[in-house]
């Protein structure tokens, strides 16, 4: 079916930076949107930002400024550069992707997750 893989995730110090990366495969036929989602205990997951097919974004008031998400649509991957991070990003940061499938399915598919934390 479709898998989504994901990478990057680590300890970092407040103000340093790390990349995340997802790449979808399978049998995929069209993907209309690409993001990330993150959760902390005992919250709710929530959109960090997100990125179309048509390269139009999204973010949290609480990223804009220090995140940036990107895609690479020939490799079906999607990125979100963090910068100047902060405790309060420490959390299970989840890749999303919407889209069509070979068999005219169209649905959300969700990455194993990749922990983020950062120190103070």
């Known amino acids: 079916q479709v898998h989504l893989v994901e990478s990057g995730g680590g300890l970092v110090q407040a103000g340093g930076s790390l990349r995340l990366s997802c790449a979808a495969s399978?049998?995929?036929?069209?993907?209309?949107?690409m993001g990330w989602y993150r959760q902390a205990p005992g919250k709710q997951r929530d959109l960090v930002a997100a990125?179309?097919?048509?390269?139009?974004?999204n973010y949290a008031d609480s990223v804009k400024g220090r995140f940036t998400v990107s895609r690479d649509n020939a490799k079906n991957t999607v990125y979100l550069q963090m910068n100047s991070l902060k405790p309060e990003d420490t959390a299970v940061y989840y890749c999303?992707?919407?889209?069509?499938?070979?068999?005219?399915?169209?649905?959300?598919?969700w990455g194993q997750g990749t922990q983020v934390t950062v120190s103070s």
């Open positions: 399978g049998s995929i036929f069209r993907i209309n949107a």
């Open positions: 999303n992707a919407l889209l069509v499938t070979t068999g005219w399915s169209k649905r959300d598919y």
């Open positions: 990125i179309s097919s048509s390269g139009s974004t």
